[in-house]
């Protein structure tokens, strides 16, 4: 398939050619016949692309601050990559796409092969969607036409919350592509408008959808308002315009009635003045996208509907009232485009887009030639050339995210792995880091993959539910394998791992890679020099995470406990150098109003020479109070480590201090050592049933936790 992409330090965007996405479980594949381009979202994020370092900055001030508390807890060095990282991730472009169904995966109803369907999928000529975001398009609406549903749910959404009746008085702030698609609803639903631009052009199409205008470069648009609402107040004022000025939600405010309603759909100024709002008692609300649905995981990634009866217009419904107002030719759209491309040509579209601002609607229409589109791999043109031998680790990684891209590959680059396959679910993440780091492959065809007898080495970095059975077939196909934690979340899976493993004769490598850490390298050398028990100290200040978000899911994630905490475990078993021999738990009690997640809570280990040690465990604490911290108490001695940056000695002879410039938590030299080890043909660099117990000990505590009363 091919897939435009927008790197974010960049000025302009790319297609790539990546592997088809595979269907999974609640998503439909489709190839895509026509998407629009979003005027306003996507040359805001062209102009994001040209802006220089300083100027992103002063974009996002808010995201300024996230990087400067970064900085004092982790330190400048580590930030300055965490950010390049971040900017240079290329992302999908586009939100409004029409299709036909290729395939509908497991556990969807009321969709079938051959259905033409829109969606919010991307600029890409083969998309794959969840359910909640698709919806059939009438027999009697054009592919060209029915791409305008997803942006004009956005204006129906902004209406809903407006609350609007029959013949009330609208001001529309912003008659752009948004603008103009809601100043036809409006109409369609009897009520007087009034659009407000600066741009003629656009202010003609308002009027030819029924609306009466104003340009606020020419006449006041408060005394317009007045004047429309025939000195009453505009009963409701929709902003769907894009700037920085706060002009619009000042002058919304002026021009309405006692009790107006005001609707953010856009995006603008926000500095509010009190009076404006306080003597009218007006109502202010922001709009979020296409409805109530939106950005909810367990809706739009677990296809959960919401009942009608008590959420009537969810983004799915409004997608189908919005292609039912095309069915009734309540909604124009051929005076909105302005511009039509082949997708080939989608480079030049996006030119017009950042040069002339007065652009309405730009199609991009897909080639006929759909068989073509379907491969499930993909040679990547700068792959390293490293040829395969014998007894070297060639490898095949499986999982393309933010941690698997931006430290995992690179260290197993690093460690002199021969770069051989990288899969991906969605295909195109796999092709951009694949090129970036030299794989010769991308794929989206994991057990072809797993079933190549060129690779004998898999690293898998994907949602924790796929490590457990990942690790089994890749064990069961004969390769090492180096896995992300957790190692599994379930005991079931754990055990089916372990009895692969059995019959393997391979090595088997979790990334707990806290033990490689050069400063907990320095303590374990230490501690070992003191033969009588330890009392070890972790806090681990995890930071809040929404309770919806895949890791507090335990069927997904595991719980943060399995999924995360799991790293401390392992790194107080490594100090010890003793076996666990006791488990004992405790999160936060019930609290009204305080979410009931396992991600606040003390865990105490006992071992077997008589060391023990607690874990603190905290999603409640300050950002920007370090997230981790070690500490060891024996024989009248104390090491600390804050954040893997200092290490301090209290009362330990010949030991004071060692501080880091950078933040090291050993993550590449745990891949390297695995590396280094199947190379040599072992031993592993930590023992399977360490990652075993480990692994068990962590299930049991979470099971502790979720049982508590």
Known sequence: MKQLLQDLSKDKPDIVTAPTPAVTSG??????????ISTGTERML???????????????????????????????LTTVEAVRSKLAKPIPLGYCNVGVVREVGAGISGFNVGDRVISNGSHADVVRVPQNLCARIPDDVADEMAAFTVMASIGLQGIRLAKLTLGECVAVTGAGMIGLLTVQLLRAQGCRVLALDFD?????????????????????PVAAGMTFSRGQGMDAVLITAS???????????????QRGRIILVGVVGLELSRADFYDKELSFQV?????????????????QDYPIGFVRW????????????????????????????????????????????????????????????HVSRVGLKNKSGSTLAAGKPVLGMIGAGNYGSRILIPALTKAGATLHTIASSG???GVVHGERNGFAYATTD???MLADPEINTIAIATRHNSHASLVTKALQNGKHVFVEKPLAITREELAAVEAAYADANRLLMVGFNRRFAPQIQTMKKLVDQVPEPKSFVMVMNAGAIPEGHWTQDNAVGGGRIIGEACHLIDLMRFLAGAPIVSVQARRMGETPGVAITEDKAAIILGFEDGSFGAIHYLANGASSFPKERVEVFAAGRTLQLNNFLKLKGFGWPGFKKNSLMRQNKGQSVCPEMFMKAVEAGGPAPIPAEELFEVSRVALEVAEILRVQK
């Open 46 to 76: 062209l102009d994001f692309g040209k802006a220089n370092f300083v100027q992103k900055a002063r974009q996002q001030p808010d995201k300024v601050k996230v990087v400067l508390s970064k900085v004092k807890t982790d330190g400048l």
């Open 27 to 36: 998503t439909l594949l489709i190839d895509t016949t026509v998407s629009l």
């Open 287 to 303: 709009s979020c996208s296409y409805g109530p649905g939106r950005y909810d995981p367990s809706y739009e990634e677990g296809g």
């Open 427 to 429: 295909g195109t993440s």
């Open 200 to 220: 003629e052009n656009k202010l003609a199409l308002a009027r030819s959808f029924g609306a009466e205008t104003c340009n606020p470069a020419h006449e006041d």
């Open 243 to 257: 700037t920085k000025s706060n002009d619009p939600v000042r002058q919304a405010a002026q021009m309405s009635r």
């Open 446 to 448: 994991t057990e072809g």
């Open 314 to 373: 969810t983004e799915h419904r409004n997608f189908e009232a919005v292609l039912d107002m095309m069915s009734a030719r309540a909604l124009q759209t051929d005076t909105l485009i302005s511009h039509r491309f082949d997708f080939e040509e989608a480079p030049k579209a996006y030119e017009i887009l950042g040069n002339d601002k007065s652009s309405r609607g730009i199609v991009l229409n897909y080639p006929q030639d759909i068989e073509s589109r």
